[in-house]
């Protein structure tokens, strides 16, 4: 999956930050997004999930990861049934009060970047030049590498040796691999121009042209959750619930119970799958059906329960 990386900085205060790293006095925190770059700027991206571990607590309704599960896998799992069930509530409380979906203007529209200006969105992908001679090596043969410079076809480094600013607003990066490096080359007729005659080592020239944002608005459209979720769990507690628990279907024989050890009497101190083994549910155990009388058809309708 192709991911954006976003950094954003801001000064340290007095008390440290919960959220970041701090170095220098700068408190630096990272976001990871894959929504598009054309639609979600990176200050769009900062604005939508900067501060919001102070209040993602509050958005869950339960946290049920770190006591139900021991494992990553297993915690995940609940977090999912968690979100659910927060969804369904919102979706249930839609139908007991229909509103019109709200429409928020969540970033204005970009103005008209002059001349000679970095856009405020970056750069589209970069381009480089195609071959230039038959069976001579182009600018994509040398590939881009994670600490920003460029390897040619015999493993050798450019680094940035230039930037310069052209008259669209695209930034020309021109990559520079040091002529100790090219004289030896066996690969130097393929790569240079007059090939072991040059006499200054190999240049790419990467174009970054600028991306190009929409003149309108970027609008979300939602539901209040707050008065939609309680309006659900308003209804529920003015139910009257049935539990009806079937009879076994086969007799169990009767056990003497053992004596318990330490172990066993401290309950926590019992393994997770002696805990797994005690909880579960026996096969022959009768089923459970749960009655819940006075709930709208529009309401139970939605999920799919049975009308009596």
């Not at 939602?222 to 539990?243: F, G, K, M, N, P």
Request: charged share 20%.
């Amino acid at each position: 999956m192709r991911c954006r990386l976003v950094v954003a900085t801001h000064p340290a205060g007095v008390a440290k930050s919960r959220i970041g790293v701090t170095c220098a006095g700068v408190v630096y925190e990272l976001f990871l997004t894959k929504l598009p770059q054309n639609a979600f700027t990176a200050s769009d991206v900062v604005a939508l999930y900067l501060h919001r571990g102070a209040f993602e607590n509050a958005f869950q309704e339960q946290d049920p990861d770190r006591w139900c599960s021991h494992t990553a896998m297993g915690q995940e799992a609940w977090q999912i049934v968690s979100q659910w069930i927060w969804n369904l509530r919102l979706e249930l409380g839609h139908q007991l009060h229909p509103d019109p979906v709200r429409t928020t203007e969540f970033a204005q529209a970009f103005p008209p970047v002059p001349a000679h200006t970095a856009p405020p969105a970056g750069y589209a992908s970069p381009q480089v030049g195609l071959p230039w001679k038959t069976g001579r090596f182009s600018g994509q043969d040398f590939v881009l590498q994670p600490d920003g410079t460029l390897r040619c076809p015999a493993s050798q480094s450019l680094v940035t040796h230039e930037r310069r600013r052209e008259a669209d607003g695209s930034l020309r990066v021109v990559y520079a691999a040091s002529i100790r490096s090219c004289r030896p080359c066996p690969l130097r007729e393929q790569c240079q121009w007059n090939g072991s005659a040059t006499a200054k080592p190999r240049q790419v020239s990467v174009l970054l042209h600028p991306l190009v944002v929409g003149s309108k608005p970027l609008l979300w459209r939602d539901w209040s959750r707050r008065q939609h979720r309680r309006a659900c769990i308003q209804l529920l507690r003015h139910q009257c619930v049935t539990v009806e628990i079937e009879p076994r279907t086969t007799t169990l024989p009767t056990v003497t119970p053992a004596p318990l050890s330490r172990a066993q009497r401290a309950h926590y101190r019992l393994s997770w799958a002696e805990r797994l083994a005690r909880n579960a549910r026996p096969e022959t155990s009768g089923s459970v059906t749960i009655k819940l009388c006075g709930v709208p058809q529009t309401f139970a309708s939605r999920p799919g329960l049975t009308l009596g």
